[in-house]
């Protein structure tokens, strides 16, 4: 019995069972969660500010208390009243309307002035015990989940759906099979064929988590990411138009299989709807669709990556790559914060599906589990910054990893491309 209690204390276990009441609060009391706010200058600005606070601080605490760690409590709260001060700067800064509109995510900024406190003003050791970053990490994952709704797939149709499979299964395997060739270790690899292949920022963080990668690189992949998207806002829809024509001569199927292109290779929602936008309204339309499609993939590609890992660690500690490990010794070293993250969205799409929690038409418990789980992400990467010196991202390895991304990326664009062209420009069509 105390070995089964000493199990479920774990990291894992434990960020599964601090986020259920953060999950809760959403369901239940939705319209009084405090909202991230887009400046500094209000009275509740600031409300909503020392709300967050009180929030993320209990979930340390708890998430601590239940792991047993020991910490003095005036030191942890200074502690994390610093931690929680840059993660909200980089909240508010990302929050800007010109910096979302280019995409760049608040674990961005977070990982930036992270980067600034540790390499040019140092971490004190007073600063030390509330810097949990992968604690953080896994609570955000499993908040991840519950906006991940089956009815956002089921949106768009079947095409949109095999879309999704075939771009993710096919991308995902080029991208790790270059990187391998490029020499990159093979758990930074599968943190970058996730980003390239499902979706961005989001998928790095939870395959990061499941494969149990390296934080610095992870760090440095998700900065890729959101750099690269920049660019990629203009020129997807502008080859969209240069190229499309000449195959299509459909106004909505050029829009359609625009959507489809944008949807499907651009690693950022927010990209997304910039650079579908500028596309036209009905490539808008299926390329948010898409893009949601992809990501409810997270779940799936981690949970193999999981399985994969988790089977052959047990083969190798039987000393017998031929060796076939048992359920229970799988289940042993699976990442359960995963089964969390399942649970969620399972629960979180019967809560829709249901009309549950539904007010005015709109599902606001989704926007409060995505709101937590930023909050999270932004105080794990602040705390990934405070934990990486800048020689670590520039060194010769690193290096490695840019070009692997780079590489993966205009793979990602010919194979969405192609994907795009057939499902929606020649078998739509035909089928309708």
């Given at each position: ?27 239940l ?45 005036k ?19 990302s929050?800007v ?8 995510e608040?674990?961005?900024?977070s ?6 406190v ?8 007073w600063?030390?015990?509330a ?8 609570v ?17 149709g079947?095409f ?11 991308v ?21 064929s ?31 990411v ?8 203009y020129?997807?829809?502008w ?36 650079s579908?936008t ?6 808008n ?6 893009k ?15 399985l ?8 190798e ?14 289940w042993?070293?699976f990442?359960k914060?995963?089964?969390g ?23 606001p ?26 020689k ?10 840019l ?6 990326q ?9 994907v ?5 420009g ?5 089928w309708a």
């Amino acid at each position: 019995m105390s070995k089964l209690i000493e199990k479920l204390r774990s990291e894992d276990w434990t960020t599964v069972w601090v986020s259920i009441p953060l999950l809760a609060l959403a369901l239940l009391a939705a319209s009084f969660m405090p909202k991230v706010p887009n400046s500094l200058i209000t009275a509740k600005a600031w409300g909503n500010i020392g709300l967050l606070f009180i929030i993320t601080f209990v979930v340390l605490v708890a998430g601590l208390s239940i792991m047993g760690k020991q910490y003095k409590f005036k030191s942890l709260i200074l502690s994390f009243v610093v931690v929680f001060a840059i993660s909200i700067l980089a909240l508010v800064v990302s929050g800007v309307k010109e910096v979302k509109y280019y995409g760049f995510e608040a674990v961005f900024f977070s990982v930036v002035f992270g980067l600034i406190v540790r390499n040019f003003l140092k971490v004190p050791e007073w600063m030390k015990p509330a810097i949990q970053g992968e604690f953080f990490i896994k609570v955000g994952v499993v908040c991840l989940g519950a906006t991940i709704l089956i009815q956002e797939v089921m949106k768009s149709g079947i095409f949109g759906l095999i879309q999704a499979i075939l771009v993710v299964s096919l991308v995902w395997f080029t991208a790790f099979f270059i990187a391998k060739a490029l020499k990159v270790d093979e758990r930074s690899a599968m943190i970058l064929s996730s980003g390239v292949s499902i979706c961005g920022v989001s998928a790095c963080i939870t395959a990061a988590r499941v494969a149990n990668g390296d934080d610095k690189k992870l760090s440095y992949i998700v900065s890729i990411v959101l750099i690269i998207v920049v660019p990629m806002i203009y020129l997807m829809p502008w080859l969209a138009k240069l190229i499309l024509p000449q195959i299509f001569s459909d106004p909505t199927t050029i829009q359609e299989v625009s959507g489809a292109w944008i949807g499907g290779t651009i690693d950022t929602t927010s990209g997304v709807a910039a650079s579908s936008t500028i596309a036209g309204e009905i490539a808008n339309q299926h390329a948010v669709i898409i893009k949601a499609a992809q990501n409810v993939l997270i779940g799936v590609v981690a949970f193999f990556i999981a399985l994969y890992l988790s089977t052959r660690r047990t083969a190798e500690g039987n000393g017998s790559k031929s060796s076939r490990p048992s359920f229970g010794i799988v289940w042993e070293k699976f990442p359960k914060f995963i089964i969390g993250f399942v649970l969620a969205s399972l629960v979180f799409s019967l809560c829709k599906e249901t009309d549950a929690f539904i007010g005015d038409g709109s599902f606001p418990c989704k926007g409060v589990a995505k709101m937590f789980s930023t909050v999270f992400f932004s105080l794990a990467f602040v705390c990934i910054g405070l934990d990486t010196r800048l020689k670590d991202i520039i060194s010769r390895e690193n290096r490695n990893v840019l070009w692997s991304f780079v590489c993966a990326q205009i793979v990602n664009i010919i194979i969405t491309f192609i994907v795009a062209c057939i499902l929606f420009g020649y078998i739509k069509p035909m089928w309708a």
